[in-house]
T-cell receptor, first 112, second 116 residues
């Protein structure tokens, strides 16, 4: 069975500071990994995904994530956050049928 | 990316009535659609997976007679909450995946259901 753990439920950070949102997964098979962002009362928007190849994945809005197989991690990073990055972030793993298993979510709160 | 449209974005209904939520893929054919439920401040919980032309596969604990899913065409899936009760109030989100895009699913905007 696959599972995803997001280690921080809330991450407060000041504007222009760097941020890392942590995600660990468990799976007995090869996985695809995703990060999604959700703004209040909206659906999910894909930030980035890891399918294969380079372990450093760059996404939209200046975010990037690094796939670490030995540590089963897929942490999301941004070198300098903006107020507009305030949102809920979800890490997810996909099984071969495309079924997504989500982490619990991390609320990123960017303060001026 | 591909566009998935979900309608309505919000709905208020009386207890005991039924509500239908539509999920449409606008620019691709969705062979598989997923329906999720999200409670406030919580993650998305997969309710069911539907493949075009076949019966939906429900996750454990989800009442199939309560949440009717129809995926009659390659661009439309519907979720009907039958005999809704206040505890069914939630945020419902659909996602759609095409056969040629088996690594990614695209999400609708979500539907806020409030049962009074």
């Amino acid at each position: 069975a696959q599972s995803v753990t997001q280690l921080d439920s809330q991450v407060p950070v000041f504007e222009e500071a760097p941020v890392e949102l942590r995600c660990n997964y468990s799976s007995s098979v090869s996985v695809y990994l995703f990060w999604y962002v959700q703004y209040p009362n909206q659906g999910l928007q894909l930030l980035l995904k890891y399918l294969s190849g380079s372990t450093l994945v760059k996404g939209i809005n200046g975010f990037e994530a690094e796939f670490n197989k030995s540590q089963t991690s897929f942490h999301l990073r941004k070198p300098s956050v903006h107020i507009s990055d305030t949102a809920e972030y979800f890490c997810a793993v996909s099984d071969p049928r495309g079924k997504l298993i989500f982490g619990q979510g991390t609320e990123l709160s960017v303060k001026p | 990316g591909a566009v998935v449209s979900q309608h309505p974005s919000w709905v208020i209904c009386k207890s005991g009535t039924s509500v239908k939520i539509e999920c449409r893929s606008l620019d691709f054919q969705a062979t598989t659609m997923f329906w999720y439920r999200q409670f406030p401040k919580q993650s998305l919980m997969l309710m069911a997976t539907s493949n075009e032309g076949s019966k939906a596969t429900y996750e454990q604990g989800v009442e199939k007679d309560k949440f009717l899913i129809n995926h009659a065409s390659l661009t439309l899936s519907t979720l009907t909450v039958t005999s809704a009760h206040p505890e069914d109030s939630s945020f419902y989100i659909c996602s759609a995946r095409a056969a040629r895009m088996n690594t990614e699913a695209f999400f609708g905007q979500g539907t806020r259901l409030t049962v009074v």
